[in-house]
Structure formats: structure tokens, C-alpha cells
């Protein structure tokens, strides 16, 4: 049946016979994608890999409307990772998607009106989004049901100075941000993306996103005739002096011309004018227009399915954009009709925070109150006379957060990192995560209700917990759950390769986690009610 469908897709006009034959080169070339684009196919492209990617097995059933006929969103899924090179493009992305799916857009600046029913959704710093839908049957004191993720990811970052030269190359200054494999930068076809700040003709500061597609940057290995014992002593690269990219060779004649034209502005002095060309030609500005900037350093190669029998998605930053497009999907495909509110009493919510890789301690991370004073207005928007002193501390009594990161699956060549009996395999679900130093968030509680979610719909879910001779990673849970007391449990999809520029997920685990969460905010309050603590 997929294969008619795709077939009638691909024998739409125009025909495919009018392209050019490199058109036909390969469905996992790195530059299709692209192709497509140009030749206005990317919708076509996207439509016939959802197929691809769609499961010819029939969908997992229930006693609700989570198992009926649930598609697969991996097309989906990777078409998101293509287009979030960076925090501020996942946000914006996540934007476009909610707007599209009929969340209106609300400015904390603003005073808010919001009622039973409604579907809203705000930004900070385009990095940090936080998107909500009030039950048709809420009351005072109704929790929140939140699923909390993460947009950023392990990368590397233009430092405020970033040129530099080195023995006749332009090269380009970089921090590395959050705990990367860094080994693995080198050798890729790297490139930049972020946020640029202009300035227009009336004066006023704009900010726009910018992602240079091609590959710009390169971190070059030393040959091995020069490095005799880096097989057998490790590459243990300096991460200040030899962890550079090269932008170009030595400057020309024309760049230097160019550089002499634009000294009155300090980013000119600060940035390769090269490096500010390419920019403002993908911008479609003047150079002179370029007043700031906050750019990756990001990976050029596609997001893509893998393996043998295209089981696997292999893509850089899966921590935790995987996590991230599940919360969002699973809450717009939650209340699509007004009858998925229809009887909902409780909020549900999804906060995508940035900062995460590194602490969360800032304005768009998950330190700040942002979700907490989110929740406070809304609870006083939609209370309105009835609102008592104890309203919000009665709501966040009631309310259940959902943390999603990914987590470790086992590593085949490395079983022994692993804990005997808590080892996550890929395609296999979903996985809770434990630890009583609390390093993650769960209870017996919170695991208890999770699992009883993922067991009315016949979902697997898997269990972690680190060996006692290694250390444990941490997420935003403990944070959240922490900040003003919030029930929460730690869960994410297994992986493989976690903080390397290329990571490895299974592509059911991603479809499962999608069902959980969708489950979870249609689920979570008939279940909870049956659960009797501090009576």
C-alpha cells in the first residue's frame, strides 16, 4: 500500500523527467535534500520519506485513541533535525509548528486573556519555549502535566573574537560549550548557524536567524607519520590550540580591500570580513548591517535513517531534539479537536529549555522561574474572583512533570560501563531512569504512574541506573522538581554515541516515546486519581 502511495506521489507533474540526471544520484546523498529545494520538490520529498519511514506493521493498540492508526513521525522527526541546526532554529521551528497548529503566541511583556479551552505558547531569548492547553473542565487548584526537554546540545561556539591566522590560514576561534566528544569534530564538514543582530535603515535592531548550509569550516587531524603513538597513547588533542577551524587561506588582495572598507564598524575588526561576506550574502545584507552575532559551529551532514534495515537514526544533536520534537508533536496531536479538551481538567504543558548542557543557570534555562511564573499566571488568568491565597500551591501539588533526556542504551563493544542489571537496549522503549543521589528525579511514585501510563497502552518501557563505580550524568529533572516542588520522573530514549558530532537512536524508540507522551497528557489524570499518598 506505501508503495503505490509513494509511487502516485513521485508520478505527480512536474515530471520527474524534466530534472537534471545528477538529480537522481541517491537518496542519501548529502546534497538530495537540497536538490529538492531548489527544484521545488522538498514537500514531495518529505511527503514520500514519511512513507519510507512509516512502519508496515499494524500500529500498537489501547483502550484510547493513542494506538489508532498512530503514523510514524520519524520523516518528521528528521526533517526537524535537518532544519535545527541551533537552539534558536529548533525554537523557531517549534514556533512555526504550533502557529500552524493553531497555538496563539503570547509576549510575557503582555498582560494575558486566556480561557478553558485555549491553546497557547510563548518564547524566550528564541531559545527557550514554553507552550500550553487549558482543559475545557478546569478548575482551581487542576494541576499542570508538563513534559520538559532541552534545546540545546554539546557544540562548539564562535568566541566574541573570533579571527585569528596561523601559518597562513584564517582561522576561526572557538569555545567548546557542554561536554562533547570532541575527538569526534575533527575531520567534519563543519559550518555555522545562529543568531545575527542587524541593524535596519530606520535605525532599529532586528535579529535574524542565519544557517550557512554549505561547508564552510574544517578541524584538520595530524597525519598519522606525524603522530607515530596516537593509536596507541590516545588523541588527546589540546582543546585551546589545536582544536581551531580553518575558514580559509592566507587573505588576498580583494579581502584586504574589503577589510580596509568596513574598519568602522568593531565587528569587521573582531570577525574574518570573509567570514562577515558569507554571512551577509545569506542574509541578503550589507556587512555594514552586521552589528552582533551568536553562531555554532554545526555539522553539515543530514540528518538520516541507517543500518541494515534502516532501523537506526543517525544525526548530531539527538541530545535532546528527539526528546524535544516528541513533547511538542505528542501536545499538538494531544488537542487537535476541541473534544481532546473536551473533559480535561488539568493543563498540559511542554517547556523546551536552553543552558541545559551546561548547568541551566540562566535566563532561558531551566534555573530560571520561567515555567513556574508561567504557571502562576496562568492559574491567576484563568481563576480570575475565585483565585485564594493557596491556588498555585494547590495546582503544583496536583501537577506531574515529565523529564525527557536521552539516555544511555547498551553499547555492544562496551557492555561492562554498564550496570548487570539495568541496561537499556535500543528498540526496546522508552527508559526510567533511576538514582538515589538523586542525580535524576524519579520516585518509586512517579515511576509507578509513568509505567501504569505506558502500560494501558501496551507500550515497553526500560530501566536505568548507573553502576556504583562510575558517576552519574543529570538532567533539568531534579532542577524542576527541586525549584518548587513538583512530582516528577526522568525518562529518554536509549542512544548510542551521546555528545559525539553523530549519534545513533533507534527509530521505534522514537515512535514509542512519541505514543508515551501523547498518552501521558491524554491519560495521565484519570490515572492519578487512583494513586492515595499523604492521606
Same mark, same amino acid.
Given at each position: 500500500?506505501? %508503495?503505490?502511495?509513494?509511487h502516485f506521489l ?6 520527474f523527467?524534466a530534472?537534471?540526471s ?6 542519501? %546523498? ?22 519510507l ?15 489508532e ?25 517549534a514556533?512555526?509548528?504550533?502557529i500552524?497548529?493553531g497555538f ?37 487548584? %487542576? ?6 526537554a ?5 557544540c562548539?561556539?564562535?568566541?566574541p ?5 596561523k601559518?597562513?590560514y ?10 562533547g ?22 535605525g532599529?535592531?532586528?535579529?535574524k536567524?542565519?544557517?550557512?548550509r ?5 578541524v584538520?587531524?595530524?597525519a ?31 579581502e ?29 545584507c550589507?556587512?555594514s548591517?552586521?552589528?552582533?552575532m ?21 544525526s548530531?544533536r539527538?541530545?535532546?531534539?528527539a ?8 501536545l ?7 473534544v ?7 493543563i ?6 536552553d543552558?541545559?548542557?551546561v548547568?541551566s543557570? %540562566? $535566563?532561558q534555562?531551566a534555573?530560571?522561574?520561567t ?8 492559574v ?14 494547590r ?14 542504551g ?31 528525579a ?8 509513568f509505567?501504569?501510563?505506558?502500560? $494501558? ?8 541506573a ?6 552519574c ?16 520522573v ?5 542512544q548510542?554515541?551521546m ?20 498518552a ?9 486519581k487512583?494513586?492515595i499518598?499523604?492521606f
Amino acid at each position: 500500500m506505501a %508503495s503505490s502511495r509513494l509511487h502516485f506521489l513521485l508520478s505527480k507533474p512536474p515530471p520527474f523527467a524534466a530534472l537534471p540526471s545528477c538529480f537522481f544520484s541517491s537518496l542519501s %546523498s548529502s546534497a538530495f535534500h537540497a536538490s529538492l529545494r531548489r527544484h521545488g520538490f522538498a514537500r514531495c520529498f518529505s511527503a514520500a520519506r514519511r512513507l519510507l519511514c512509516s512502519k508496515s506493521d499494524p500500529p500498537l493498540q489501547s483502550d484510547s485513541r493513542v494506538g489508532e492508526a498512530a503514523p510514524s513521525i520519524v520523516g518528521d522527526l528528521l526533517d526537524y533535525l535537518n532544519e535545527s541546526w541551533t537552539q534558536f532554529h529548533a525554537t523557531a521551528e517549534a514556533k512555526r509548528q504550533l502557529i500552524a497548529a493553531g497555538f496563539r503566541l503570547l509576549n510575557e511583556n503582555d498582560e494575558w486573556d486566556l480561557q478553558p479551552g485555549g491553546r497557547y505558547f510563548f518564547t524566550r531569548n528564541m531559545s527557550c519555549l514554553v507552550a500550553f492547553a487549558v482543559g475545557e473542565d478546569y478548575k482551581v487548584g %487542576s494541576g499542570f502535566h508538563v513534559i520538559a526537554a532541552h534545546t540545546d546540545s554539546p557544540c562548539l561556539k564562535l568566541k566574541p573574537r573570533s579571527a585569528s591566522s596561523k601559518s597562513g590560514y584564517l582561522m576561526v576561534n572557538v569555545q567548546t560549550y557542554g561536554s562533547g566528544l570532541w575527538h569526534t569534530w575533527f575531520d567534519r564538514d563543519l559550518s555555522v548557524a545562529g543568531r545575527v543582530i542587524l541593524k535596519d535603515n530606520s535605525g532599529s535592531f532586528i535579529h535574524k536567524l542565519v544557517k550557512v548550509r554549505k561547508p564552510l569550516l574544517r578541524v584538520p587531524t595530524l597525519a598519522i607519520h606525524l603522530d607515530r603513538t596516537v593509536n596507541t597513547e590516545g588523541f588527546k588533542p589540546n582543546l585551546e590550540t589545536q582544536l581551531v577551524p580553518l575558514l580559509s587561506t592566507k587573505v588576498d588582495e580583494a579581502e584586504t580591500k574589503s577589510e580596509d572598507k568596513t574598519k568602522a564598524s568593531s565587528s569587521k575588526n573582531i570577525h574574518h570580513p570573509l567570514l562577515l561576506q558569507v554571512l551577509s550574502k545569506e542574509l541578503a545584507c550589507d556587512v555594514s548591517e552586521i552589528m552582533g552575532m551568536e553562531l555554532n559551529v554545526c555539522d553539515t551532514q543530514p540528518s538520516c535513517l541507517g543500518g541494515g534495515n534502516n532501523e537506526f537514526i543517525f544525526s548530531g544533536r539527538l541530545d535532546n531534539l528527539a526528546s524535544s520534537y516528541c513533547a511538542l508533536r505528542s501536545l499538538i496531536d494531544s488537542c487537535q479537536s476541541p473534544v481532546d479538551l473536551a473533559d480535561e481538567q488539568a493543563i498540559r504543558m511542554i517547556a523546551l529549555f536552553d543552558n541545559e548542557e551546561v548547568g541551566s543557570n %540562566s $535566563l532561558q534555562g531551566a534555573g530560571a522561574p520561567t515555567m513556574f511564573q508561567a504557571m502562576r499566571r496562568i492559574v491567576e488568568c484563568l481563576s480570575q474572583e475565585r483565585m485564594t491565597e493557596d491556588s498555585f500551591e494547590r495546582t503544583l501539588r496536583s501537577s506531574f512533570l515529565v523529564s525527557a533526556d536521552m539516555a544511555h542504551g547498551l553499547h555492544p563493544n562496551f557492555p561492562d560501563k554498564y550496570e548487570e542489571h539495568h541496561r537499556p537496549q535500543l528498540q526496546k522503549g522508552v527508559v526510567i531512569k533511576h538514582n538515589a543521589n538523586q542525580r535524576y528525579a524519579t520516585s518509586a511514585l512517579t515511576a509507578f504512574l509513568f509505567t501504569e501510563v505506558a502500560n $494501558l497502552h501496551d507500550l515497553p518501557v526500560q530501566e536505568f541506573a548507573v553502576r556504583n563505580d562510575m558517576g552519574c550524568g543529570s538532567t533539568i529533572g531534579p532542577i524542576l522538581a527541586s525549584g518548587a516542588g513538583i512530582r516528577t520522573v526522568d525518562c529518554g530514549i536509549p542512544q548510542l554515541s551521546m555528545h559525539s558530532v553523530r549519534e545513533i537512536c533507534g527509530k521505534e524508540d522514537v515512535d514509542i516515546a512519541y505514543k508515551l507522551f501523547t498518552a501521558f497528557f491524554r491519560s495521565f489524570s484519570d490515572i492519578d486519581k487512583k494513586l492515595i499518598v499523604d492521606f
